[in-house]
């Protein structure tokens, strides 16, 4: 996937006009005023349209620059079994560092959503790797957790004093892993 800060650094850095460089990146069923403002949303992290692989590569090929070097990688676990709470210590653990070393650190963590965000995790790395990535020069760019609400078939009841009883909710998160090449 694009890296929208990567390549709004790049665009910077080199100078390039970003007029050129969406003529060079236009491809079927898309005009030059559209590739333009698919260009300019994209800088802005705004993924509309969605770019695809062969945008990535014609950006890539016309700034003269590997693939790579403007790509990030995420994965991402729908309703995970875990409360957003507890979930989010572990992605604020592992945030901003190099992918094997948190690997290693989810390894050793004592908490139960590590295991779920160490598979994430090896599956964004997994992604990279097939898309030649350097594996030892990964970092995580992004680590979120999002609340996916209460777990289908965990809505229960406890029975409480006086003939009252209380809900027993069991939450459900989204975990987001990104992972970028240095």
Same mark, same amino acid.
């Given at each position: 996937m694009l890296s929208a800060k990567k390549l709004d650094n790049l665009i910077k850095t080199t100078g390039t006009n970003v007029t050129e460089l969406a003529e060079k990146?236009?491809? +079927?069923?898309?005009?030059k005023k559209q590739a333009a403002t698919a260009l300019k949303n994209w800088r802005k992290g705004l993924m509309s349209p969605i770019p695809k692989k062969a945008d990535v590569e014609a950006i890539a +090929? !016309?700034?003269?620059i590997q693939? +790579? /070097?403007i790509s990030e990688w995420q994965t991402t676990v729908k309703y995970a079994p875990s409360a957003p709470r507890k979930a989010g210590l572990v992605t604020q653990l592992i945030a901003g560092r190099n992918a094997q070393e948190a690997l290693d650190l989810l390894k050793f963590t004592h908490k139960r959503a590590a295991y779920i965000i160490e598979k994430a995790l090896k599956s964004a790395v997994a992604n990279a790797d097939e898309d030649s990535a350097d594996v030892e020069n990964l970092y995580i760019s992004?680590?979120?957790? /999002?609340? !996916?609400?209460?777990?289908?078939?965990t809505k229960r009841w406890i029975a409480k004093d006086r003939g009252r009883a209380h809900s027993l909710r069991k939450l459900a998160s989204h975990i987001h892993i990104t992972v970028t090449e240095i």
């Open positions: 990146m236009v491809r +079927t069923g898309m005009e +090929t !016309a700034m003269g693939v +790579t /070097d992004e680590a979120r957790v /999002d609340g !996916a609400g209460v777990r289908a078939g």
